[in-house]
């Protein structure tokens, strides 16, 4: 890998992210800045999902698919004008944490892209992660922590 990096200004990797940015408190997109993308890179997605919910719903819970990001561009925020998918919570754009027993550790996966993606506004995690099989130049993640 090289040096493709996904930092928040709000949380630190492996910290705890904001009260604010949880499913019931707001769901404030927290800030996150891009560096480093490769060269060639034509479009940046982003997947944020909870693997501890495995064991509370016996699944991943997906909080947040997007695609198509301006790869010039290095923030995401609350002020997104690029393709938002489906999460788990049948709603498009972001879910923020809302973890149903204990704390959990929520990943936001960054990819760059080789090419921008052609999918409908309705596509899920799986269809962003079909779409985007052999046109991943690089990719890095963020990990957060959330408790009830």
Known sequence: MGDLQLTSSAFTDGGEIP???????????PPLTISGKPEGTKSLALIMDDPDAMGAVGKVWVHWVIWNINPDTG????????????????????????????RHTYVFKLYALDTRLDLPDKSTKADLEKAMEGHILEQTQLTGTYAP
Do not use: L, S
Request: proline share 10%; hydrophobic share 15%; glycine share 20%.
């Open 19 to 29: 009260r604010e940015c949880g499913y019931k408190n707001g769901n404030e997109v």
């Open 75 to 102: 923030q995401v925020d609350g002020y997104i004008d690029d393709p938002e998918g489906v999460t788990d919570f049948g709603e498009r754009g972001y879910g923020g944490p809302a973890p149903p027993d204990k």
